[in-house]
């Protein structure tokens, strides 16, 4: 019968090596779309800035991926504030490309929205408004439990 001290070895060694090839590749992806990035500052328009800034937030969120992987790496416990941020910016994120290519349909059409083309705009802008202030409340449940299991 094999030794299953050593099979539990070997699985949790190929577990952490399995970790660290995603966060390697999580980091090599978020170099890559930096490097896509940087060309498109050199000759900057609204439209090639609104790319840069939602590259920009990409790689924040690809970064915010990396933690629990580190987190786990070093044998720390699980935090889901990863997670939440990564929420946060994903709705911020969304808020900014909705009212830039809303402001710049309304622009083309040169005499503001109709309601039957606003009020869909509306509902998601108001959609990730509300997951920000949900996210941004279970940060906070969460800091003041951490802080109440401390003391």
Not at 78 to 107: C, D, K, Q, T, W
């Amino acid at each position: 019968m094999p030794n299953v001290k050593f099979l539990r070895q070997l699985l949790i060694a190929a577990d952490d090596i399995m970790h660290f090839l995603v966060a390697v590749i999580l980091l090599v992806c978020a170099g890559l779309i930096m490097a896509q990035t940087i060309p498109v500052l050199l000759h900057p328009d609204k439209i090639s800035l609104l790319h840069v800034l939602n590259d920009v937030l990409l790689v924040l969120i690809v970064m915010e991926l990396m933690w629990p992987i580190v987190r786990f790496l070093k044998r720390e416990a699980f935090s889901l504030n990863p997670f939440l941020y990564i929420g946060i910016i994903s709705s911020v994120r969304r808020i900014l490309l909705i009212e830039a290519e809303h402001s710049m349909a309304a622009g083309a059409l040169a005499g503001g929205a109709a309601w039957a083309n606003l009020w869909p705009v509306l509902v998601e802008l108001g959609a990730n408004v509300l997951i920000i202030v949900l996210l941004a409340l279970a940060l906070r449940l969460l800091a003041n439990s951490n802080a109440s299991v401390a003391t």
